[in-house]
């Protein structure tokens, strides 16, 4: 039985306001290319189907054709579960119709963990044990308790995802006895989740933010049962394995988020089965938009631009001039550099002009890198407040953006 797990497609996702939904068609073409010449039985999404909770038709479009086009193909079964940037709502409303198409959808944590488990069958036979375990809102795994501290918040954090797991698993356990005793054996448990582990590495600029904000509750391979053959998980975009559990991994996003991933090597992971032993392979995935970031001089900018140009490149390009002359012309110059190609320029950070109207002196320090921490941050500097004071105000500042972050919009 062979197994492709793949996640954080981030669908209608742009990049300084440049749409990829030519990238996003030519990846789920190949993936659809690859499930057929791998023969591939089982795909599993791992979450953040799209890059928001209220996705664009042209967005949505490419999901559902492309479930179609599956659905059509060798692999019998498709799962799906939310991640923290999917609306559950708006992945939950078409499940009893893709169920026809043999795809499942879980969008939210379910009311009773027997839920959660997916048995998938051929032709009536049990293939497989799917926990089938969405991105875990905080609201729906921790209490809120009067007076507790950010380490109490935390440990019931871990706590809720790891009895969660448990609950989920020990269900599916029950399953998978069932089907030794009626003489179906090596019937394997597959997990599947969206959330950040200790220790798990991300990249600059990937997009990737803290699921419980303020919070540092990342679980450890420890917390999931032992009962689980392999364990799918989606949320960062590195691939990668966790800790030194080679069943346990990240396949990562499929193409760059971002500038940070541009020299990135792209996968997905393909499972293979054998008595409940599995093989386990990293795919490469083709890149289908070339990304290139460039720092430095003037000079070096334009050697390199010249570079790219005699190689035919179509890449886009994020440029940070750090020369120490001021070049007030600085994007008409370097939009004449890549004249008569297809190079596209999608950011210029002229360090020099920023330095010189805003003061700073901090190189880090950009308006388009801000976040919304950074913003409370300054207005806690401007406002002089104490620094005993700041902690149990960042508390509820955290705690309010959680909840924006959480909120499903689309909800009735």
């Known amino acids: 039985m062979k197994i492709l797990h793949t996640a954080d497609w981030h669908l209608g996702r742009s990049l300084y306001g440049r749409k990829r939904y030519e990238e996003f068609s030519a990846f789920l073409g190949w993936l659809s290319q690859t499930i057929e010449e791998k023969k591939v039985e089982i795909l599993l999404v791992a979450g953040d189907v799209f890059d928001t909770s209220t996705p664009g038709s042209r967005a949505q479009e ?9 659905a059509a193909s060798c692999c019998q079964h498709v ?4 991640g923290n940037h999917d ?26 963990p027997e839920d959660e488990v997916i048995v998938l069958r051929t032709k009536g036979q049990p293939r497989a044990i799917v926990c089938a375990v969405p991105y875990l809102r905080d609201k729906d795994i921790r209490t809120v308790e009067p007076g507790e501290t ?32 009626a003489g179906s054996e090596g019937i394997p448990i597959i997990a599947m989740g969206h959330l950040f582990t200790a220790g798990g590495r991300t990249v600059d600029g990937d997009g990737v933010r803290e699921l419980y904000v303020g919070s540092l509750a990342h679980v450890s391979e420890e917390i999931f049962p032992s009962s689980i053959d392999y364990l799918a998980l989606g949320h960062l975009h590195v691939p990668q394995k966790v800790g030194t559990a080679e069943h346990i991994r990240y396949c990562g996003s499929p193409i760059p988020m971002g500038f940070g991933e541009a020299n990135q090597e792209k996968k997905v992971v393909l499972v293979e089965f054998d008595h409940s032993t599995p093989l386990i392979r990293e795919l490469p995935v083709p890149c289908f938009q070339a990304l290139e970031r460039m720092v430095g001089t003037l000079d070096a900018i334009q050697a390199k631009m010249g570079q790219l140009k005699m190689e035919g490149s179509s890449a886009w390009l994020e440029i940070e001039y750090t020369g120490k002359e001021i070049i007030h012309n600085l994007r008409e110059t370097l939009d004449a550099a890549i004249e008569n190609s297809s190079m596209e320029i999608r950011r210029v950070k002229n360090r020099r002009i920023m330095d010189r109207i805003m003061g700073r002196v901090s190189p880090d320090e950009t308006l388009d890198d801000l976040d919304p921490e950074d913003v409370f941050t300054r207005c806690l500097d401007a406002a002089e407040v104490l620094p005993e ?3 149990a105000l960042s508390a509820s500042y955290n705690e309010i953006i959680q909840s924006l972050h959480e909120e499903d919009i689309n909800a009735e």
Do not use: W
């Open 389 to 391: 004071d700041r902690k």
């Open 62 to 70: 490419l999901y559902y054709r492309f479930l179609y086009r599956v």
């Open 79 to 82: 799962v799906v579960i939310a």
């Open 150 to 181: 950010i380490d109490d918040k935390n440990a019931k954090l871990v706590e809720g995802v790891k009895n969660h797991y448990a609950e989920v698993c020990l269900v599916a356990e029950g399953k998978q006895t069932e089907f030794k005793n």
């Open 87 to 112: 609306s559950p709502s708006l992945l939950d409303a078409p499940k009893e119709l893709l169920r026809a198409l043999n795809v499942h959808v879980v969008g939210s944590m379910a009311k009773v």
